[in-house]
């Protein structure tokens, strides 16, 4: 019989969850700390952070060298290996201490479910490593895929407003090649986010790029493409913000390229594009939940 998943209260925090184990990384009093050798942790596959930066890797690798680690890792046994125990919280520590040639490292076993495990590795890092936008909506799309959390749950949780986290959410309906701009930095995410409802989007991400484009450039040539040769100016006319806005927020609920098109009459038109049968079966699942 397979084992229900409890719904619980999201958000009670590292503060809660973690106990006696504060954020910061002062030296703290033993409180269920214990030592254990670096080889005997793994990784937790589901970290939402999938880039560490190599100066501060650098930095904190000094700092232990020099002080060793003054906060444990937070730890619970490995669910895949007996003798193992995978990282809940503080996997730059375990990198840098890799580095540094430490041994062994203090921990605080924690017994967590699959759920508080990735809720505090999304806090965590939100909170002291501030993840680039990808990284930080595909946590946020991890919560709400795997375990049912809302766009106003998670907003209460986490302490960031809901346009934030809607925002975030539409990044991932952009090309692999532009949420990799993001990534690295050469997109900020209001570039990206301007780029959302354009009809070619990897192609205006290039000419930004090229071009060293201003938020509002890139809003500003998104909205007034060229028209084409026998295309009346009419139906290149921008369409109004709250029109963009509800296609950019169907275009993320369903992961699909969403257009609408009204007339003054109230009438229109919305269209939902797919690649395959896959996103459309995807897609008449979805519909028939309502």
Not at 96 to 102: N, S
Not at 131 to 158: C, V, W
Request: glycine share 6%; net charge positive.
């Amino acid at each position: 019989m397979a084992r229900k998943v409890e719904k619980k209260g999201l958000g009670r925090g590292l503060s809660a969850l973690l106990a006696d184990t504060d954020t910061t990384n002062q030296p703290q009093a033993n409180s269920g700390q214990t030592i254990v050798p670096i080889e005997k942790l793994v990784a937790n596959p589901d970290q939402p952070r999938r880039h560490f930066n190599e100066t501060d890797l650098a930095d904190l690798t000094r700092s232990l060298k020099e002080k060793g680690i003054l906060q444990p890792l937070i730890v619970r046994p490995d669910p895949a290996k007996s003798d193992r125990f995978q990282i809940v919280a503080g996997e730059r520590r375990w990198r840098a201490a890799q580095r540094a040639q430490i041994h062994q490292v203090p921990v605080v076993i924690r017994d967590l479910s699959d759920t508080d495990v990735l809720e505090i590795a999304i806090i965590e890092n939100i909170q002291r490593a501030d993840l680039n936008p990808i990284e930080e909506a595909q946590g946020y799309r991890q919560l709400m895929d795997k375990f049912g959390h809302t766009q106003e749950k998670l907003s209460e949780a986490l302490g960031k407003s809901r346009s934030h986290i809607a925002n975030l959410l539409r990044l991932l309906t952009l090309p692999d090649s532009v949420q990799e701009y993001v990534v690295t930095g050469k997109l900020s995410a209001g570039h990206a986010r301007a780029l959302i409802t354009s009809d070619d989007p990897a192609k205006f991400a290039k000419q930004v790029i090229d071009q060293n484009l201003s938020v509002r450039q890139t809003e500003q040539l998104v909205k007034a493409p060229p028209v084409s040769k026998g295309q009346s100016k009419s139906r290149a006319s921008t369409k109004d913000a709250d029109t963009r806005a509800l296609e950019a927020d169907l275009t993320a609920h369903l992961r699909l390229k969403v257009s609408i098109e009204h007339t003054s009459s109230g009438k229109g038109e919305l269209r939902i594009r797919y690649s395959n049968l896959d996103e459309l079966d995807g897609l008449c699942q979805l519909l028939s939940q309502g």
